[in-house]
């Protein structure tokens, strides 16, 4: 029997929404996220919000204000510092 998915997996669009916020040092506004959505993937602009919230639970971005509308701007979340390997690390390698 053929097992119907009605909701596609959107990995693929976080990893293209986080790309895209990336390249704007300002952030994205929720229709222009849309607009790219709707333009440049295969996925559908109502599929961005659920999207957001994903990324926003998962720490990559942050939203202003926190509910999300047509007025939310997304930004990367600020990255933690990277630790250097010890230097008992550095010998292993």
Do not use: C
């Amino acid at each position: 029997m053929l097992d119907l998915v009605f909701e596609p997996d959107t990995a693929p669009l976080r990893r293209i929404l986080h790309d895209f916020i990336s390249e704007a040092p300002d952030g994205r506004t929720i229709p222009e996220l849309k607009r790219y959505a709707l333009l440049e993937t295969v996925y559908r602009p109502a599929q961005v919000i659920e999207t957001v919230r994903q990324l926003r639970k998962a720490g990559a971005v942050t939203t202003e204000p926190r509910a999300i509308n047509a007025k939310t701007r997304v930004n990367l979340a600020a990255t933690p510092p990277t630790t250097r390997p010890s230097a008992e690390q550095g010998a292993l390698w």
